[in-house]
Structures are given as C-alpha cells and as structure tokens.
C-alpha cells in the first residue's frame, strides 16, 4: 500500500481502511511541515497548522480522477497543490491577528544570528545555509522560493497555491533568485552544485 496512488489511497480510507491515511500523512508530513515554517507565523505553530491539514483531509477529502499510468503523476501532483494550498489557507488563519509582529520578531532575531555573514560562510550545509538566507527574504519572495526550490512546483501550480497570477509567481521567483544568489555567494563558491540548480530555475517557466 505504500506505493499506492492518491487517489486509490483516499478511496482505501473512505472505506474505512485506516492505515492508508497513514501512508498519505507519511508521504506529505514532511513536505508541508517545512512549507509551513516559511510561512508567516510559522516556526513553533508549523506542526498544529499541518495537524488542522490533515483533519480537513480526513473529514472533506479532495476529488482526485483514478489514476493509470501516466496519469499517477498527475493525480498525485493535484492531491500535493491542494496539501499546499490549504497549508497555506490554515497558517494564515491562525497568525492573522499577531503576524506583523511575529514577522518583525523574526526578522530581527535572524539578522542579528547572520551578522557579517560568518555564520552562512562557516555553514558546512548548504541546505541549511540556503534555509537561513531564505529566512531574511521577503515573506512573498520566500513563500512561492521554497514552493519552487524544495518541492519543485511548477509556476503554475504555484500559481493556484498562493492565488497570485503566474507573471507575479515568475517576478518573485526572479528576484528571490538574485538576493538569494547574493548572499549564498560565499557558499556557492565552495560548491558549485546549489548554483548550477539556481541558474536553471532562473530560465524554467513550466
């Protein structure tokens, strides 16, 4: 059952088979765990907000086609944009009151962690060097970078996640790219590889 389709797994839960919801929240938990701490009002309340997710999956469900083939792909990329969307939905329901301030909070706190630079160039990850620089752009400039860099949804999708149009997902994504690119700088030069992917995201449109 692991290596179910969504769609079959949703119908195997439906019916009453328990242990195939467990396979979905194994396959997404930690996706939308990560998108849900760069969002705003994350951090300590990413774990509750993808809780919420789950229960609203397991109580209304999405629609997916039966999927065969080639078709697997696509069904489960429909149930992943709906994850994400309703991620999203959740988190800002919960931080709509006290999201300024924990966003001025935040900013602070990493600005002073990252002063000079010393702590990303003595970074042995580049992942986690990547996470800190993510975390001093701007909120819509980070949200639709980790939707793009981490979990690989096209523009388009991202597009439905955040209901922004796709020249304004495009846009943020090109100028997250440029700050980002400036301050891994340091990073890149000792691993070329996160460049590499950088300049190819700079040119994807799909």
Not at 44 to 72: H, N
Not at 86 to 112: F, G, P, Q, W, Y
Not at 119 to 124: D, R
Not at 128 to 147: H, I, M, S, W, Y
Request: aromatic letters at 6%; glycine letters at 6%.
């Amino acid at each position: 059952m692991n290596h179910a389709s969504d769609s079959t797994l949703l119908e195997a839960y439906q019916a009453g088979r328990t242990h195939a919801f467990t396979v979905l929240v194994e396959r997404y938990q930690g996706r939308l765990l990560r998108y849900a701490r760069f969002l705003p009002g994350g951090g300590d309340q990413a774990e509750d907000v993808v809780q919420e997710v789950f229960l609203r999956l397991a109580r209304t469900p999405p629609a997916l086609p039966v999927e065969a083939g080639p078709d697997r792909l696509q069904g489960r990329s429909r149930l992943a944009s709906w994850l994400f969307r309703v991620t999203r939905n959740c988190a800002m329901e919960r931080i709509r009151s006290d999201s300024r301030r924990r966003l001025r909070e935040r900013s602070a706190a990493m600005l002073e962690a990252s002063e000079g630079g010393q702590q990303m160039v003595e970074a042995n990850d580049t992942r986690q060097a990547v996470e800190r620089c993510l975390d001093q752009l701007k909120q819509d400039q980070r949200e639709v970078l980790v939707l793009r860099l981490f979990e690989d949804r096209s523009y388009r999708e991202i597009s439905e996640i955040t209901g922004k149009r796709n020249g304004t997902v495009a846009w943020l994504i090109s100028e997250g790219l440029k700050s980002l690119s400036r301050s891994l700088s340091p990073v890149l030069a000792k691993n070329p590889h996160p460049a590499s992917r950088i300049g190819e995201l700079k040119g994807e449109s799909r």
